[in-house]
Each structure stands twice: as structure tokens, then as C-alpha cells.
């Protein structure tokens, strides 16, 4: 009676073998099922229950476990799924923003390069542009001086009743703050119209030696002013103005008139004389001779003295040093430039 109310193998589901295996440490669904299955087991097989009714839960509650843990398997294959697609839409992703991190890079580069040339062509254009106009204003200045040139070859006229106190009145009046490399051409050309091709100056001759020696000069000496006091008539043929001259010993000026003074040694003799001379301004009287051809109506000699000597000996006090200054002097006693610097 007993077998026919339980299945045969029913010893294989008691409670004892069936609480007796062991639980699978790494599955919580198993344990969760096995403790499931020993609940209903235990209500399955009470003493009222009968054989047909115990075979049948015990089919519905396997089934039952067996769903459950499909269930939970098709859940952590969709959570596992999911997890790999994100991971793999995230590792594409992170290779996409590497991709278009390079492209922006080499975009940025080649941007940089664009401008860059950009810039260097404006630059470019810039230099040729101020190329242009220096050339432009160099080309400006010389037409300016051409027609200036014509102008005044246009306008000057010789006086045509010439007599030697003009002559002498315009020479002065062109010598007064001394000639620059820049002087008017009317100047120049009233010097070459009224003074002899051979003229002699000092101890040299030519218009061209007379206007470099007062280039030389004003070089030196800047502030040159040569004012006339007085004009005397000492012969037919000649006159003689009177004349003060005056103007600073500059740095310059020692350097250009007295260049062993300017690069006297340090504590010697002749540095302390330029130390005494230098920023000094000095007033020196002197004359101008002109002697006159009246056959030619122009000036055949031109003789300048300034009394040196007397000034610089009432600066120094005595002749040795006096003598020292003009030891080596490019300018003589006379206050004129010596003819060898001239064509030096």
C-alpha cells in the first residue's frame, strides 16, 4: 500500500539527500531554486497529499525552477549584451573622437599654416610697398634738385658794371656763417663768374680748392660766423676787409682741426691743452685781401689771415704750448686749412 501512494526513488527525493548537496558557492539563482524545490517538497509530500498530486507539483515546480533560472540567464545575457554593446559603442566612440581630435589637430595646423604665409605675404608686400616709395622719394628729391639747379642757372645773372668792392661785398656775404656741402648753386656760380680759373687762395689756387677748404672748415666749426667790419682800399688794384671771425672748439672740431690733440694720451701734455681748448668759444681778427684783374673783371688772388696766435696764446699763456697745438694741426696759425688735407 505504502509503494503504491509514493514513485519508486522516492528515497532520492528526501529531505535529507536533497538538504545534503552542497551549494554552489559562484550561483545564487542554484540556491535560491534548491531552497525553493525543499519548500514545496516538503508540502508536496506531507502524509495527505497523494502519489499522482505529489508527481504532478513536483513536475510544475521543476518546470517552475527551470524557468526562473532561464529567466534569470536571459536577463544576464541582456544586461551582458548590453554592457558589451555600450562598451563597444563606447570604444567606438572613444576611436571616433580620437579620429576627428586628429583631424581638428591637423585642421588647426593647417590654419596656422594658411595665416602664415598669409602674414608673410602681406610682409612681403609691405617691404615692396616701402621699397616703392623710398625709391619713389629718392627719385623726388633728385628732380627737385635738378629743377632747383635750373632755377637758379635761370636767375642768376653777373652785375654787368662788376667792380672789386662788389666782388668783396658778395664774398663775404657768402663765407659769413662759412660753406656748407649744401649751398645754393647761385653762390657757387657767383664765385666761378667773378674770381679767376687759376685764382690763387693762400698757398694754393682754383675756385674748386677755395670752396672745399671752406667745406672743411664749417665741417670742423659749425657755428662759423665771419663778420666784415670794414672795407679798405690799399693799392688801384686791392682792397683788404676787415674781418671777425668767430666760433667753438668743439669735439668735432679738435678732432677734425687738431687730431693729436683729440687722440693725445690720457694725462700728457697735449691731452691737458685740448682739455683747456675744448667747448671753448673763440673770437679771432683778421682780414681778407682781394687783389683785382680789371682787363678780366675778376678776382686773381684771395689771401685769408686770422690772428691764431694772439687768441691762443692769451688762452695757454705761453709759446710752448701754443707751438704744441699747431704741431700737427690741420689748420695753420692763419686760421686756414691746410692744402694737403684738402685733396687728402
Known sequence: MQATLQPPGIHTLSDGVVGSVAQRSSRNVGRQIYGY????????YSPSRSCANATAGL??????GMGREKRHLDDVRTQYSTTRVRDTKRYKLSGSERIDDKEEDDTTESRREYYRKKQQRYRERQRKREKMLENSTRRLKDEIGQLKRLHDQ?????????????VATEYLRIIRRGISNDAGINDIDLLQATMAPDILIDTGSGVDALVKKWNLFTQWFPDVRIQLKQLKQITEQSIVA?????FTITTR???????????????????QIA???RDQRVVLQGSVRFDWDEKSKH????????DMMSMLL???????DVALVFNGAHITPEGVVRDDIVWA
Open 37 to 44: 524545490i525543499n519548500e514545496q517538497q516538503s508540502r508536496l
Open 59 to 64: 513536475v510544475t515546480l521543476a518546470k517552475d
Open 154 to 166: 635761370l636767375s642768376f645773372q653777373v652785375p654787368r658794371c662788376l667792380t672789386i668792392w662788389i
Open 242 to 246: 676787415l674781418t671777425t671771425t668767430s
Open 253 to 271: 672740431g679738435m678732432q677734425g682741426a687738431f687730431p693729436h690733440l683729440f687722440k693725445a694720451r690720457e694725462g700728457s701734455r697735449c691731452a
Open 275 to 277: 682739455a683747456r681748448l
Open 299 to 306: 678776382v686773381i688772388r684771395l689771401q685769408h689771415q686770422a
Open 314 to 320: 692769451g688762452m695757454l699763456g705761453n709759446l710752448e
